[in-house]
């Protein structure tokens, strides 16, 4: 309503164009705007979330509230604001606000957006048919001024609105997808563009004339590993003889602590549900959670080797439910750069549903309670981690009743406890524990070693975890070890464990914790086993101990080794031709049946040998790429959502070859725009290395 003042200097003007003046100033206020564009919100049923059991948000409705707004402010004629509502983002000549430089008509195709979707419905179909019927029954009604929904199910009763008339529009709605768009122009968007490009042909000049450089000092550098690693080989025996020497004293005078404790040592130690102690296996201990290694995992000397490639361990499905448990470790992690890996957690593959320890997801360095989608993770606000290569550090992960999630660090209590999100179940035949990855078929793993893994179907007190740290891996105190040993054994452990600390000395000294910062001896130390790294060729021209071999013996090494990848890629290829079947391969032509938006999408796909720029730290190169799509080429800040034609899913799975980072990866089901895993399967992407992704579709 107008204030008073309004009032009285509207009733004080005697000029004849009083009324107009009035109305002037009524049309050139952006009051205006707001109003009229709140009547038309009603009319589009507009929404900013929606709706249903979850009401998830619809990211970014104001811009169509806004939008609105100045179309009304600036008399757009009517007819072109209802080609924008039905194909702004089609408009060969698109209007343009150009003091923002953005797409004013791509805007208006929004309200097809604000929709009802149920809660993850079982039924897509039948949520696309309520979704599009909605659509029809409010642009017909905003429109035509008509109720064209009602010939959903047979003719209309009234007007002349047949049910094939109905159908007809639901085709074109239904071959909609919905997702979200870019709205700024060309130009901006582009603005970047040529320096980057610029600066990229730079770097690949200065790479390559680095490498050729480096390429000079390439036989000296592999002489110097093979002596490296043998001299590791041989220290790294050496120091199991030693631990042999020291267990034979130790662990019977262990296992005489254990038979005495009898009910006194139940009370001050928790007593796991499931144990992995590694001794020589992946049994499990207490129960029938049996581990089964996979991608590379291997067991050696007590501990489970988990190489940060691919290497985890998956364990028979739960033999009872969890719900309040506790999770607990002795790991020694191979660096601290490693971002995302597990040590040990609950795993539900059909719904990726997931709890465990994580070291470095969400802050570097740090460790934290992964979960799904972060449901139940935030990060504790402890310190970083400071351990050093081949050091065991202790983490505990507490889940109480209360939804409350309480982390450890070698007995004390890491950061503050909170609670995020319920406490989810895990249940009895469809869970189980997974090790090195946080979840199934996320990589890159953990990099490291686990010494003892352990987890209760209940929540441990403080008291409880600390007393567990102090025991040990073993479950036995140095003190209780002491009593049980004579002084003569006393003598000869000191002794061996001081050699011992010496040898572990000399090993990190050939061995470094900043061996990552080396890529030369990173890169060679992979190659020795690793046959299919491009060095592993020239291994061969070296013995074990860095002697070069006979000509006659290392051409017979590389008949050997090329006969190898013959009979190796012939397998590969019949098992994929028997086991699966090509859908599309985006490094050839395929691309272009596809539909793409964004700015990091390329209009061909890349060759061989395109890489990525490492935006921060030392390193130059993030990945050099074989031929296919990425959005990351000249910088991560690019992105871009790439969609495949329309499909039927006759087959169990759907396998995708692809990396990212903060990306996902997706089955879209009758267009169901929020599927984010369950059963609507979708992956995170959180990778610098393409790999092999499965989407369940059982």
Request: charged share 25%; glycine share 8%; with cysteine.
């Amino acid at each position: 309503p107008p204030t008073l003042s309004e009032i009285e200097a509207f009733t004080a003007d005697d000029s004849r164009g009083a009324y107009e003046a009035v109305v002037d100033r009524l049309l050139d206020s952006p009051r205006f705007g707001e109003r009229w564009a709140r009547h038309w919100m009603d009319l589009v049923r507009y929404c900013e979330s929606h709706g249903s059991q979850g009401d998830p948000e619809l990211a970014n409705a104001y811009r169509y509230r806004d939008y609105l707004i100045r179309a009304f402010n600036s008399d757009l004629p009517y007819d072109q604001l209802v080609r924008e509502h039905l194909a702004g983002d089609l408009l060969a000549q698109p209007r343009w606000n150009t003091r923002e430089q953005f797409n004013e008509s791509a805007i208006g195709t929004a309200h097809l957006r604000m929709v009802e979707l149920g809660f993850v419905p079982v039924d897509a179909l039948e949520d696309q048919v309520k979704v599009v019927d909605n659509q029809i029954d409010v642009v017909t009604k905003a429109f035509l001024g008509l109720t064209v929904s009602c010939a959903r199910c047979h003719d209309h009763k009234f007007d002349p609105i047949s049910q094939e008339d109905f159908y007809a529009l639901y085709g074109v709605f239904a071959s909609c997808r919905p997702g979200q768009i870019l709205i700024e122009s060309a130009e901006r968007l582009d603005e970047n563009r040529a320096e980057l490009t610029r600066l990229k042909q730079a770097i690949r000049e200065g790479l390559a004339s680095a490498w050729g450089e480096a390429a000079g000092q390439f036989g000296v550098r592999l002489q110097e590993q093979s002596r490296r690693e043998a001299q590791i080989a041989d220290l790294s025996a050496q120091i199991r003889r030693l631990k042999d020497r020291i267990s034979a004293i130790e662990e019977p005078a262990r296992a005489r602590v254990l038979r005495g404790r009898g009910e006194q040592g139940g009370a001050s130690l928790p007593l796991p549900d499931s144990r992995w102690s590694f001794d020589g296996d992946a049994r499990d201990c207490v129960a029938t959670h049996h581990g089964e290694l996979h991608g590379g995992a291997l067991i050696r000397d007590g501990r489970l080797i988990l190489n940060g490639v691919e290497a985890n361990m998956r364990t028979a499905p739960l033999d009872r439910d969890y719900h309040e448990k506790t999770l607990e470790a002795w790991v020694s992690l191979a660096n601290l750069e490693q971002r995302g890996g597990g040590v040990i957690g609950l795993d539900t593959p059909e719904g990726q549903f997931f709890d465990s320890i994580v070291f470095g997801e969400i802050t570097p360095a740090h460790w934290m309670a992964g979960s799904d989608f972060f449901r139940r993770s935030q990060d504790p606000g402890g310190p970083a981690e400071s351990s050093k290569p081949g050091e065991l550090v202790h983490i505990a992960i507490v889940y109480q009743k209360d939804n409350s999630i309480t982390l450890y660090r070698n007995g004390e209590p890491y950061g503050q406890s909170y609670q995020k999100g319920t406490l989810h179940p895990f249940l009895k035949g469809k869970s189980r524990f997974l090790f090195g990855q946080r979840l199934t078929n996320i990589n890159p793993p953990l990099a490291g070693e686990i010494e003892e893994a352990r987890a209760y179907a209940r929540a441990l007190n403080a008291a409880e975890i600390a007393a567990s740290f102090r025991a040990g891996a073993a479950g036995v105190t140095a003190e209780e070890l002491a009593r049980e040993l004579t002084a003569a054994e006393q003598d000869q452990l000191v002794a061996l464990k001081a050699e011992q600390t010496q040898r572990l000395a000399r090993l990190n000294e050939l061995q470094p914790p900043d061996t990552a910062s080396d890529p030369w001896q990173v890169a060679l130390a992979d190659s020795r086993g690793n046959t299919s790294s491009p060095l592993h060729l020239w291994r061969q021209a070296l013995s074990d101990d860095g002697q070069a071999v006979p000509s006659g013996e290392l051409r017979e090494r590389w008949l050997k080794l090329a006969e190898f990848w013959r009979a190796e890629l012939q397998t590969r290829r019949e098992f994929n031709q028997s086991q699966f079947t090509p859908q599309w391969d985006l490094s050839s032509a395929d691309y272009q049946r596809w539909f793409r938006s964004g700015t990091g999408l390329p209009p061909e796909p890349t060759p061989n040998g395109e890489f990525s720029i490492e935006a921060e730290g030392e390193r130059v190169v993030a990945g050099i790429h074989p031929a296919g799509v990425f959005t990351h080429g000249l910088t991560r800040k690019h992105a871009g959502i790439l969609t495949s034609p329309r499909f039927l899913i006759d087959t169990d799975s759907v396998s995708l070859r692809a990396l990212g980072q903060n990306s996902m990866a997706r089955l879209v089901i009758e267009n169901y725009p929020i599927g984010n895993g369950g059963i609507y399967p979708a992956v995170r992407l959180n990778r610098d290395a393409l790999g092999w992704l499965r989407l369940d579709t059982a």
